[in-house]
């Protein structure tokens, strides 16, 4: 057997393999049953935490975490957390040698309870930290914003299917996603993970994307989805993010809460075994009359517990959004605890007033210290403990992880990136390439030539173009840009967050204009979010919206060798003033758009 092909490697030396729990011919719910009653406190602890966790090199479980989170030895061996979140991956034949040795370590347990490695979404070219991953090794796509755009139902199943491939050959289980909170305010920070704006469509593609990606139940092939950010993120007041301070309140001023819970219920009905709340704390918001607390949606009972369990009817497992309990610092740069409306409680207050809520899983903590502390001084009973461990061991067990944990090297290498994947992401890039304007230049004719601002002159060779060395010896100028956002880096990950008012600096503005006087210009955005492209619509001759897409790409699109296909999935405002008079909740409520929602031209 070659090294990193992995049998299960569980020893169990007072014979546990003879116990009900290892028998594959029990349903989970047997198996779970079995095993909980056989567990200590402090393993049964353990289950309710998923944390981060830093990929070193394979076998070295000692070298400590990135964020503090201690040594992989500390965090499966010392602390029985065996629920991960993984950032970028190394090389896929690094990757799974690392993570067989860590299921390893985690077979040497008394009860042998394996690893399940989650991940954020890391098919695309977005890498947020602590948000998304860029793909790395794995097939490239457009963000879930592109394939929106495209709005081909059969299409998201598809790529749910390819990512689970891809996932499950490398070891990953579980997706923290997919992400169905609607685009409704054109500032908000994280629409590109998102499905767009209407509640009914989001929905669909929500449930295409987990069919895909668990099938028609969870098996060992599959990969356990957990949509987020229940119940629906969008609505931000001023279009902030609440992983900052700043950005704690979701208010609903139109009165649509109702549209952002939507995907969520059909995400249940597609057999969603996880779900993520999100960390803002709902403002003015009122259900069947009365008036929710204004507390984050993890330490709300109303929304957790009454909501989503008993009238929603929902027994996954609720895990909450990362750092929640915890202030961090990383970097030189402080991340209070997303606590909001309990920031006057402690820790472990936090900590009760969550598991109250009806929570199962601490996100991106490692403090089992407090919850073993709240059992033995009779604050948390350990029946309570022992229904959201169940919870959490169902589905390790729908997954096959007790029966095999590790991954197959050789079917790793075969499977990730292939070719036919590669060329499934790539025209998936170029379809969702969204035109807005074109006086003429689209598509490119082959012997144009081009000057080019971020894009790459040897692959606009190999499509046939003639690369100009100024604007003014071409017959179009190519210019890609970013959507506008407001620089910040006050706190972790803020950097990373596009945020703030999305009117363009004036040197940019300047420079479109400035080539324009040269020669046509062909403008890229990447829309990572809405853009307010007034000052520059006047000055292009054509312009085109993508959602991660690479030079080929856009080329594919420009010279039409592959048609783009895209509709916007949510509007361009006219301006920031518009905007401001608009609600967060209510979806294309600016007036006088510069683009509508839908809107996208053919050639």
């Keep these: 057997m070659t090294p990193g092909k992995g049998e299960n490697t569980h020893h169990d030396p007072i014979g546990q393999e003879q116990l009900p729990y290892r028998d594959p011919s029990l349903t989970a719910d047997q198996r779970a049953d079995d095993l909980v009653p056989r567990l200590s406190l402090e393993e049964k602890v353990g289950l309710l935490f998923c944390t981060v966790i830093t990929i070193g090199e394979p076998g070295d479980h000692d070298s400590p975490g990135r964020f503090g989170e201690g040594s992989v030895r500390d965090l499966v061996e010392g602390k029985k957390i065996t629920h991960f979140t993984l950032g970028e991956l190394p090389s896929t034949e690094a990757a799974v040698r690392w993570q067989n040795a860590v299921q390893d370590l985690a077979a040497e347990?008394?009860?042998?309870?394996?690893?399940?490695?989650?991940?954020?979404?890391?098919?695309?070219?977005?890498?947020?930290?602590?948000?998304t991953v860029a793909s790395g090794g794995l097939s490239k796509w457009p963000e879930l914003l592109g394939l929106a755009a495209i709005?081909?139902?059969?299409?998201?199943?598809?790529?749910?299917?390819?990512?689970?491939?891809?996932?499950?050959?490398?070891?990953?289980?579980?997706?923290?996603?997919?992400?169905?909170?609607?685009?409704?305010?054109?500032?908000?920070?994280?629409?590109?993970?998102?499905?767009?704006?209407?509640?009914?469509?989001?929905?669909?593609?929500?449930?295409?994307?987990?069919?895909?990606?668990?099938?028609?139940?969870?098996?060992?092939?599959?990969?356990?989805?957990?949509?987020?950010?229940?119940?629906?993120?969008?609505?931000?007041?001023?279009?902030?993010?609440?992983?900052?301070?700043?950005?704690?309140?979701?208010?609903?001023?139109?009165?649509?809460?109702?549209?952002?819970?939507?995907?969520?219920?059909?995400?249940?009905?597609?057999?969603?075994?996880?779900?993520?709340?999100?960390?803002?704390?709902?403002?003015?918001?009122?259900?069947?009359?009365?008036?929710?607390?204004?507390?984050?949606?993890?330490?709300?009972?109303?929304?957790?517990?009454?909501?989503?369990?008993?009238?929603?009817?929902?027994?996954?497992?609720?895990?909450?959004?990362?750092?929640?309990?915890?202030?961090?610092?990383?970097?030189?740069?402080?991340?209070?605890?997303?606590?909001?409306?309990?920031?006057?409680?402690?820790?472990?207050?936090?900590?009760?007033?969550?598991?109250?809520?009806?929570?199962?899983?601490?996100?991106?903590?490692?403090?089992?210290?407090?919850?073993?502390?709240?059992?033995?001084?009779?604050?948390?009973?350990?029946?309570?403990?022992?229904?959201?461990?169940?919870?959490?061991?169902?589905?390790?067990?729908?997954?096959?992880?007790?029966?095999?944990?590790?991954?197959?090297?050789?079917?790793?290498?075969?499977?990730?990136?292939s070719p036919a994947f590669l060329a499934e992401g790539q025209r998936a890039q170029a379809r969702s390439i969204t035109v807005l304007k074109n006086q003429g230049p689209l598509p490119l004719a082959q012997g144009s030539k081009v000057y080019l601002e971020g894009l790459d002159a040897e692959a606009a060779s190999a499509y046939g173009l003639e690369v100009a060395d100024g604007p003014e010896a071409a017959d179009v100028a190519i210019l890609r840009i970013g959507a506008a956002f407001e620089p910040r880096n006050e706190y972790f990950l803020e950097a990373g967050t596009h945020q703030g008012s999305l009117d363009y600096p004036q040197e940019m503005i300047d420079r479109v204009t400035e080539l324009a006087a040269s020669t046509p210009v062909v403008l890229d955005v990447y829309l990572d979010r809405a853009a307010i492209l007034t000052p520059l619509e006047p000055h292009a001759t054509a312009i085109v919206g993508n959602y991660g897409a690479s030079h080929t790409a856009l080329l594919d699109a420009l010279t039409g060798r592959i048609t783009p296909e895209g509709r916007l999935p949510m509007e361009l405002p006219s301006s920031m003033g518009e905007v401001l008079k608009s609600s967060p909740d209510v979806p294309s409520d600016t007036e006088n758009p510069l683009y509508p929602v839908g809107f996208g031209l053919s050639y």
């Design 109 to 131: 347990s008394e009860h042998g309870i394996p690893v399940m490695f989650a991940s954020d979404p890391r098919h695309g070219f977005s890498a947020t930290e602590g948000m």
């Design 151 to 417: 709005g081909d139902e059969e299409l998201f199943e598809r790529f749910g299917d390819i990512v689970r491939s891809e996932y499950r050959a490398v070891g990953i289980s579980c997706a923290i996603h997919p992400q169905l909170d609607l685009v409704t305010d054109p500032r908000w920070a994280r629409q590109l993970q998102s499905f767009g704006q209407d509640p009914d469509l989001v929905g669909r593609f929500g449930a295409a994307f987990i069919r895909g990606m668990q099938g028609s139940q969870l098996g060992a092939s599959s990969v356990a989805c957990m949509p987020k950010h229940f119940p629906g993120g969008g609505p931000q007041k001023d279009g902030e993010d609440p992983h900052f301070p700043y950005g704690k309140e979701q208010v609903y001023p139109g009165g649509r809460f109702a549209d952002h819970l939507k995907p969520f219920e059909m995400a249940i009905e597609a057999g969603a075994p996880f779900m993520m709340p999100y960390y803002g704390m709902p403002v003015g918001l009122t259900l069947d009359g009365k008036p929710v607390e204004e507390v984050g949606f993890s330490f709300n009972r109303e929304l957790i517990t009454g909501l989503l369990r008993e009238r929603m009817g929902y027994d996954g497992v609720v895990t909450t959004d990362f750092a929640i309990i915890s202030d961090i610092s990383v970097g030189g740069l402080e991340w209070p605890a997303k606590a909001w409306g309990v920031e006057d409680l402690s820790p472990e207050d936090r900590v009760l007033r969550a598991f109250d809520a009806g929570i199962d899983q601490l996100g991106g903590e490692t403090a089992t210290d407090v919850v073993l502390k709240l059992v033995q001084d009779g604050r948390l009973s350990e029946d309570r403990i022992d229904v959201s461990a169940r919870r959490v061991l169902k589905v390790k067990f729908e997954l096959g992880l007790f029966d095999q944990a590790h991954v197959d090297l050789d079917e790793a290498i075969a499977t990730v990136a």
